[in-house]
């Protein structure tokens, strides 16, 4: 029964009261346009209950609603274009630096001539932001396609492996090329060292999967001093962290120019582009490396460095094995006798650096030399300053070899072993860590040895030389120059000028710390100021020698020079030109020489004929025949040639040959007065036959 209303209170809204509260059927009543666009507005973050509550309503109403009018699905497609438009914009911003070369080519390989590649001088940017003058590579030059006859190894590592302070003609690797060269004379010998000076094992790893692409018959790994302080490590200038898989991943991405815009981007933005003022231009690569000074023992740093160590060794020993190369990893040296601690750190934890390499002295001094190694080694893992790598590098070295059945030769143990009461010293290190020329030799014997005893060298191949005369002889023709020689010794001059050797105060230019003498000593300091490349260098020095008469040392820098770069025409033809210079004059013992350099460096139809004809002229008519073979082999229309290998022959008593090559000559050219008048001299020796 519905109850009247009372006096002043309208009926209507007590009606719909009524039928709301009691759900008559056949009567609906709708929400109000204000309630439905709050439910809508909050549907997606409130609930049934919640919007029922707000708008006093019963909560079966508000869902019975929502039942019957469901929210616009989103399409599909919609989600897809949302993904889609933020990598075509992308994309198109890829193509676009790509299109305007925006930065630089950061590819692994760079060609110097068509087929010819070397390391890319700015693939080094891949790991080098904030430090100006990036290292370089020693620019050994390999084919780009693999011959069939091409025996091809690649070193990797830091300044050690590179050879610094010897650099590009001193590491390792050229003794190791040279000793091939020797034994396999018939190979194609290709030994690319693509070391480079301050980057650590992060390097190493991102090179590899190029380095296997270039089918690679052997790898060798010198590596493990820079952890701490080389591109990437812990306590560099270019460190971004400590999370090997945050960094792998940034290195993975320096393929993009995108990746160096968002780079320049950040340095604009922060500054960064150059906060070291004129030591970024003028000190070494070691001082400006080095952000974390201080980097204790155990520490949290210190066991990030060993950790990064391990964890990308583990993964180049990995990816090596994946494609079956063959490998060999080296422990590494340093300097434990004579170089002191830099920093010494005195907290309480462990006793200072200092106090245990002065007690390591003195044990020295009373003849204890185990426990003086011992004391050496503990003061150097002691060093505050991480340039030389912790002992537990070495063990790692050890450990990861034998658990992947890599082979690992001992540099250590082989220093130690060349030294004085077996222990590492001066004697075969330069500074630090750097080995001395003698000691670079002596590890790449280490080396080879350990190649030759796996069989890592040419199988279908028997050495030339027998083995117990390969090292000396490898040794006498290791290739050095005395400018080479100059340039090390100014460069650890150079080295020790600056901090941590001394304050950067008292830092001295390269004029006063080099004192240069002569034209020799002025080219290294130039090249070291970076005012002439080291070829152009180096040539100007053996043109300086040949205006002052000394072919020695034209003959010895020139060999260098075309030993280093072989492919450049010019340097073959500067010696060509000097022998002509010495033939003309006569001067044929002068000219001999300049032709036999050219000759071990590149036989061709010019050296090979002038060398026979030569010894033809000095009555060596063996030794003449063999060189007018090869250069008529080379250029079989040289008719010159033809006439005297024709006379050599005959001289010889190889009448038949002299007679047939005779023909030939006359054949091509029937004029030739020489040829028939030895035509005439051969029938008539034949005929009396």
Same mark, same amino acid.
């Given at each position: 029964?519905?109850?009247?209303?009372?006096?002043?209170?309208?009926?209507?809204?007590?009606?719909?009261?009524?039928?709301?509260?009691?759900?008559?059927?056949?009567?609906?009543?709708?929400?109000?346009?204000?309630?439905?666009?709050?439910?809508?507005?909050?549907?997606?973050?409130?609930?049934?209950?919640?919007?029922?509550?707000?708008?006093?309503?019963?909560?079966?109403?508000?869902?019975? &609603?929502?039942?019957?009018?469901?929210?616009?699905?989103?399409?599909?497609?919609?989600?897809?274009?949302?993904?889609?438009?933020?990598?075509?914009?992308?994309?198109?911003?890829?193509?676009?630096?790509?299109?305007?070369?925006?930065?630089? @080519?950061?590819?692994?390989?760079?060609?110097?001539?068509?087929?010819?590649?070397?390391?890319?001088?700015?693939?080094?940017?891949?790991?080098?932001?904030?430090?100006?003058?990036?290292?370089?590579?020693?620019? @050994?030059?390999? @084919?780009?396609?693999?011959?069939?006859?091409?025996?091809?190894?690649?070193?990797?590592?830091?300044?050690?492996?590179?050879?610094?302070?010897?650099?590009?003609?001193?590491?390792?690797?050229?003794?190791?090329?040279?000793?091939?060269?020797?034994?396999?004379?018939?190979?194609?010998?290709?030994?690319?060292?693509?070391?480079?000076?301050?980057?650590? *094992?992060?390097?190493?790893?991102?090179?590899?999967?190029?380095?296997?692409?270039?089918?690679?018959?052997?790898?060798?790994?010198?590596?493990?001093?820079?952890?701490?302080?080389?591109?990437?490590?812990?306590?560099?200038?270019?460190?971004?962290?400590?999370?090997?898989?945050?960094?792998?991943?940034?290195?993975?991405?320096?393929?993009?120019? *995108?990746?160096?815009?968002?780079? @320049?981007?950040?340095? $604009?933005?922060?500054?960064?582009?150059? *906060?070291?003022?004129?030591?970024?231009?003028?000190?070494?690569?070691?001082?400006?490396?080095?952000?974390?000074?201080?980097?204790?023992?155990?520490?949290?740093?210190?066991?990030?460095?060993?950790?990064?160590?391990?964890?990308?060794?583990?993964?180049?020993?990995?990816?090596?094995?994946?494609?079956?190369?063959?490998?060999?990893?080296?422990?590494?040296?340093?300097?434990?006798?004579?170089?002191?601690?830099?920093?010494?750190?005195?907290?309480?934890s462990y006793p200072p650096a200092d106090k245990i390499f002065e007690e390591a002295e003195k044990e020295y001094a009373s003849g204890k030399y185990i426990k003086a190694d011992s004391l050496y080694r503990f003061a150097k893992d002691l060093d505050g300053l991480r340039f030389r790598a912790p002992e537990k590098i070495n063990g790692i070295i050890k450990n990861l070899g034998k658990l992947n059945s890599v082979p690992v030769i001992d540099a250590d143990s082989l220093f130690a072993s060349l030294s004085i009461n077996g222990i590492t010293g001066n004697n075969l290190m330069t500074d630090h860590l750097h080995p001395t020329l003698d000691g670079f030799k002596e590890l790449g014997r280490l080396f080879y040895e350990e190649m030759d005893r796996r069989n890592y060298v040419p199988a279908d191949s028997k050495p030339a030389i027998e083995f117990a005369r390969q090292d000396e002889i490898t040794k006498q023709n290791f290739v050095f120059s005395e400018f080479d020689s100059v340039v090390a010794e100014y460069r650890i001059k150079l080295l020790r000028n600056d901090w941590p050797f001394?304050?950067?105060?008292?830092?001295?230019?390269? $004029?006063?710390?080099?004192?240069?003498?002569?034209?020799?000593?002025?080219?290294?300091?130039?090249?070291?100021?970076?005012?002439?490349? $080291?070829?152009?260098?180096?040539?100007?020095?053996?043109?300086?020698?040949?205006?002052?008469?000394?072919?020695?040392?034209?003959?010895?820098?020139?060999?260098?020079?075309? &030993?280093?770069?072989?492919?450049?025409?010019? &340097?073959?033809?500067?010696?060509?030109?000097?022998?002509?210079?010495?033939?003309?004059?006569?001067?044929?013992?002068?000219?001999?020489?300049?032709?036999?350099?050219?000759?071990?460096?590149?036989?061709?139809?010019?050296?090979?004929? $002038?060398?026979?004809?030569?010894?033809?002229?000095?009555?060596?008519?063996?030794?003449?025949?063999?060189?007018?073979?090869?250069?008529?082999?080379?250029?079989?229309?040289?008719?010159?040639?033809?006439?005297?290998?024709?006379?050599?022959?005959?001289?010889?008593?190889?009448?038949?040959?002299?007679?047939?090559?005779?023909?030939?000559?006359?054949?091509?050219?029937?004029?030739?007065?020489?040829?028939?008048?030895?035509?005439?001299?051969?029938?008539?020796?034949?005929?009396?036959?």
């Amino acid at each position: 029964m519905i109850t009247m209303p009372e006096q002043g209170q309208s009926f209507f809204p007590l009606l719909f009261y009524y039928f709301r509260e009691n759900n008559l059927s056949g009567i609906e009543v709708g929400l109000s346009i204000k309630q439905i666009k709050y439910i809508e507005k909050n549907r997606s973050k409130l609930s049934v209950s919640k919007l029922a509550e707000n708008l006093n309503l019963n909560p079966e109403e508000v869902k019975k &609603y929502l039942d019957e009018n469901p929210s616009a699905k989103t399409p599909h497609y919609f989600y897809l274009i949302m993904i889609l438009i933020p990598i075509l914009f992308f994309v198109l911003l890829e193509f676009s630096l790509r299109i305007f070369n925006y930065g630089y @080519d950061l590819s692994m390989w760079g060609n110097v001539i068509e087929g010819k590649l070397i390391l890319n001088p700015d693939a080094p940017r891949r790991y080098f932001t904030t430090v100006k003058s990036t290292p370089s590579s020693i620019e @050994d030059i390999f @084919d780009e396609e693999k011959s069939p006859n091409s025996f091809r190894v690649f070193v990797l590592g830091g300044s050690s492996a590179a050879g610094y302070p010897y650099m590009p003609m001193g590491p390792f690797s050229r003794y190791i090329r040279k000793r091939l060269e020797l034994n396999y004379p018939d190979k194609k010998i290709e030994v690319v060292n693509i070391a480079l000076s301050a980057i650590s *094992t992060f390097t190493v790893r991102d090179f590899i999967p190029e380095v296997l692409e270039q089918k690679p018959d052997l790898i060798l790994i010198y590596a493990g001093h820079n952890e701490y302080y080389g591109a990437l490590g812990v306590g560099s200038q270019e460190s971004v962290g400590s999370s090997r898989e945050l960094i792998n991943i940034l290195l993975y991405l320096n393929k993009y120019k *995108t990746t160096q815009l968002v780079k @320049d981007f950040l340095q $604009w933005l922060f500054g960064m582009v150059d *906060t070291e003022g004129s030591v970024s231009a003028t000190g070494t690569l070691m001082s400006r490396m080095a952000k974390e000074k201080e980097i204790e023992i155990n520490s949290g740093k210190y066991q990030s460095g060993i950790d990064q160590f391990e964890g990308n060794m583990n993964d180049i020993i990995q990816m090596i094995k994946e494609k079956n190369v063959p490998l060999i990893i080296s422990t590494l040296a340093s300097n434990l006798k004579d170089q002191p601690p830099f920093i010494s750190i005195s907290n309480g934890s462990y006793p200072p650096a200092d106090k245990i390499f002065e007690e390591a002295e003195k044990e020295y001094a009373s003849g204890k030399y185990i426990k003086a190694d011992s004391l050496y080694r503990f003061a150097k893992d002691l060093d505050g300053l991480r340039f030389r790598a912790p002992e537990k590098i070495n063990g790692i070295i050890k450990n990861l070899g034998k658990l992947n059945s890599v082979p690992v030769i001992d540099a250590d143990s082989l220093f130690a072993s060349l030294s004085i009461n077996g222990i590492t010293g001066n004697n075969l290190m330069t500074d630090h860590l750097h080995p001395t020329l003698d000691g670079f030799k002596e590890l790449g014997r280490l080396f080879y040895e350990e190649m030759d005893r796996r069989n890592y060298v040419p199988a279908d191949s028997k050495p030339a030389i027998e083995f117990a005369r390969q090292d000396e002889i490898t040794k006498q023709n290791f290739v050095f120059s005395e400018f080479d020689s100059v340039v090390a010794e100014y460069r650890i001059k150079l080295l020790r000028n600056d901090w941590p050797f001394i304050d950067p105060k008292l830092k001295k230019s390269y $004029w006063e710390v080099c004192k240069p003498e002569n034209f020799k000593d002025s080219a290294a300091v130039h090249f070291l100021l970076g005012n002439e490349s $080291w070829g152009k260098s180096i040539e100007k020095v053996a043109d300086n020698y040949f205006r002052n008469r000394s072919l020695n040392g034209f003959l010895e820098h020139m060999k260098a020079l075309i &030993y280093q770069y072989p492919i450049v025409i010019e &340097y073959y033809k500067k010696l060509e030109n000097v022998a002509l210079l010495f033939l003309k004059n006569q001067e044929y013992q002068l000219a001999q020489r300049v032709l036999h350099l050219e000759y071990e460096l590149e036989q061709n139809a010019f050296n090979t004929k $002038w060398l026979g004809q030569i010894e033809l002229q000095e009555g060596n008519t063996n030794k003449a025949i063999n060189f007018l073979e090869k250069s008529l082999m080379f250029n079989s229309n040289d008719e010159q040639v033809m006439y005297n290998l024709a006379g050599a022959y005959s001289m010889n008593e190889d009448y038949q040959k002299s007679y047939d090559l005779t023909m030939k000559l006359i054949t091509r050219n029937p004029g030739h007065q020489g040829a028939q008048n030895l035509l005439i001299q051969l029938k008539n020796i034949i005929d009396k036959k």
